[in-house]
């Protein structure tokens, strides 16, 4: 059974940083695509960053350029988002996604696996 599970959200003040982590069980890690997406309220999910299995990345976000950065650890089957310089728009719920696949993508109907998410909210 394959489970996914994002945590490291918090409040934070505005310009501070944060890092979140998944952790994927149930599948072989390096063989899938990780993604971040984000809801915030009242908004539709969006992708944020993508780092398929071969280590390239996807930006969907021109907001988080330069601020976010993606990154995997096999070893440890965990997926990081290093979220710095946070501002009150990067409130939202972010969640982990993966598929088994070499691409990236920002459609949410091409992950398989999702986590529950995990909230980060930034105070101005």
């Known amino acids: 059974q394959v489970q996914v599970a994002e945590s490291g959200g918090g409040l934070v003040q505005a310009g501070g940083s944060l890092r979140l982590s998944c952790t994927a069980s149930?599948?072989?890690?390096?063989?899938?695509?990780m993604a971040w997406f984000r809801q915030a309220p009242g908004k539709e999910r969006e992708g944020v960053l993508c780092?398929?299995?071969?280590?390239?990345?996807?930006s969907y976000l021109d907001s988080v350029t330069g601020r976010f950065t993606i990154s995997r650890d096999n070893a440890k089957d965990t997926l990081y988002l290093q979220m710095n310089a946070l501002k009150s728009e990067d409130t939202a719920m972010y969640y982990c996604?993966?598929?088994?696949?070499?691409?990236?993508?920002?459609?949410?109907?091409?992950?398989?696996?999702w986590g529950q998410g995990t909230q980060v909210t930034v105070s101005p």
């Open positions: 996604a993966a598929v088994q696949a070499r691409w990236c993508s920002s459609q949410i109907a091409d992950y398989s696996y």
């Open positions: 149930g599948l072989t890690f390096g063989d899938y695509t």
């Open positions: 780092l398929n299995r071969g280590g390239g990345i996807a």
